[in-house]
């Protein structure tokens, strides 16, 4: 089982839709929580970080953070064509300087 | 403007040759990180570290040194010995533990 995993997509939405990213991780002492995007032949750069189990909210975006079933979701509402790109989920333990990534998940959004 | 630099953007790769990398952030992190990220893959980390004059090995570090003088400052070599280095490096860096990692722009290697 891989540590962080991530549908490797490509998952395609209409422009104006919701689109849901999902992301599980196998260490149950992760603390920290990330999304961010990559664009083609660009670094990431964050989109969101979570600590807490809930919601966060910034913007369209939303993160959801559920620890008991060991997963984290990323929602863009009203999505964009600009939002077109890879979707890195990073996730880390407790009392380490290790981040481990997923492979991401490519969004396309349909004009 | 603070940030991660990273050079050249480019690089290319002799048979036999070593070749350093350079990171370098303005941010005042105490940590920093390489990764590799091979087409349609993930990041995997080659080597982090924590304070000055300490790193540690990541997942991939075989055929890759480091060295950490400066707080800014952490290049990484990638040596002879790595057969398959053509990939994009990715320099991270963040404040501290489960703090967020900013990146600097890449630089992507080819061998000749």
């Known amino acids: 089982q891989k540590e962080v995993e991530q549908n490797s997509g490509p998952l395609s939405v209409p422009e104006g839709a919701i689109a849901s990213l999902n992301c599980t991780y196998s260490?149950?002492?992760?603390?920290?929580f990330f999304w961010y995007r990559q664009y083609s032949g660009k670094s990431p750069e964050l989109i969101m970080f979570?600590?807490?189990?809930g919601d966060k909210e910034d913007g369209r975006f939303t993160a959801q953070l559920n620890k008991a079933s060991q997963y984290v979701s990323l929602l863009i509402r009203d999505s964009q064509p600009s939002d077109s790109a890879t979707y890195l989920c990073?996730?880390?333990?407790?009392?380490?300087?290790?981040?481990?990534f997923g492979t991401g998940t490519r969004l396309k959004v349909l004009a | 403007d603070g940030g991660i630099t990273q050079s050249p953007k480019y690089l290319f790769r002799k048979e036999g040759q070593n070749v350093t990398l350079s990171c370098e952030q303005n941010?005042?992190?105490?940590?920093m990180y390489w990764y590799r990220q091979d087409p349609g893959q993930g990041l995997r980390l080659i080597y982090y570290?924590?304070?000055?004059?300490?790193?540690q090995k990541g997942d991939i570090a075989e055929g890759y040194s480091v060295s950490r003088e400066k707080k800014e400052s952490f290049p990484l070599t990638v040596t002879s010995a790595q057969k398959n280095p053509t990939a994009f490096y990715l320099c991270?860096?963040?404040?501290?533990?489960?703090?967020?990692?900013?990146f600097g722009p890449g630089t992507r290697l080819l061998v000749l």
């Open positions: 979570i600590y807490s189990n």
């Open positions: 941010l005042n992190h105490d940590a």
């Open positions: 991270a860096s963040n404040q501290g533990r489960e703090e967020t990692q900013y």
């Open positions: 990073a996730v880390n333990g407790l009392r380490t300087y290790k981040y481990i």
């Open positions: 570290s924590q304070i000055v004059n300490d790193f």
């Open positions: 260490d149950r002492g992760s603390q920290s």
